[in-house]
């Protein structure tokens, strides 16, 4: 058995259900809603490693046409930093929700702001590297906010990493710390905020409060907002797994484009 902790999770996925309408036929006006995208797996293919990751030019065009179509109410909702989501979209900018909900950025230009905790405490992330040790293969990523152990090319260590990371949690059990499963990644990031936390703050914030939120979002992280929807009136779509309680499914992020290519066209499906 190589499957992912990920995978196994399936407290919240759904059997493959089935949905009355479409993603389009649900959708507000663009001038009534605020776009909220995941990246990894839902914007952009998985790649081996995150620096590996490619923006299609057609999602880029969408993303900026989207982003004047709600006339600034479009962010992006990831666990990387905001300063690696510019990297990663560069020459292009957006209104963003980073690191789990570490930090946030209201408009494309703005400097990020609420930063809500400091970076992980610098021992600790010494002791979590030193699992990145246990097997050729294993990626660290310093996110800042968190740290992520990527063993998409090692998959068989997935057990030794997260026995690792139980045994140094054990030894502090005071920590103010939490444990992320993701597709092939094991995060470890301060407590007390999430991508669900984030976003409800960037619901207060103009130009996107009074908007009906519509969230994409393909991994256990995007749960936490998958749930805040129907008690903001907005729409929460999974991609690639089936999640319990949305209101519709994306096989996969050229999907997802897709349909943001056809949503800029103004094209009803
Ligand atoms: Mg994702």
């Known amino acids: 058995m190589t499957q992912t902790l990920a995978n196994t999770d399936t407290a919240a ?36 490693t995150p620096r590996e990751v490619w923006v299609p030019p057609e999602l880029a065009t969408a993303l900026g046409r989207l982003l004047q179509l709600t006339n600034g109410a479009l962010a992006l909702v990831s666990g990387r930093s905001i300063n690696d989501i510019d990297l990663i979209f560069a020459p292009m900018q ?3 929700v980073g690191g789990h909900g570490a930090e946030m950025r209201l408009t494309p230009d703005n400097e990020s702001v609420a930063s809500h905790a400091p970076p992980l405490d610098k021992e600790l992330k010494r002791r979590l590297a030193a699992i990145a040790k246990l097997s050729p293969g294993i990626l660290l990523e310093d996110k800042g906010y968190s740290l992520a152990l990527h063993y998409r090319l090692a998959p068989h260590a997935e057990k030794a990493i997260y026995d690792a990371v139980s045994a140094i949690r054990a030894d502090l059990p005071n920590a103010p710390i939490e444990v992320l499963p993701g597709k092939f990644v094991c995060e470890i990031k301060h407590a007390g905020f999430t991508k669900a936390t984030g976003v409800i703050e960037l619901m207060t914030h ?5 908007r009906r939120p519509v969230f994409l979002g393909d991994d256990v992280t995007d749960e936490s907002v998958f749930a805040i929807m129907p008690g903001m009136k907005g729409l929460a779509f999974s991609v690639g797994r089936h999640a319990l309680g949305v209101d519709g499914h994306f096989s996969d992020p050229d999907e997802v484009r897709a349909w943001l290519v056809k949503l800029v066209a103004g094209v009803k499906s």
């Open 13 to 48: 996925e759904a059997k493959s259900p089935t949905y009355e309408r479409t993603p389009t036929e649900l959708m507000p006006a663009l001038g009534d809603c605020a776009l909220l995208l995941d990246i990894d797996g839902t914007l952009l293919d998985m790649a081996p």
């Open 94 to 96: 957006f209104p963003a």
């Open 206 to 210: 103009a130009p996107f409060t009074g």
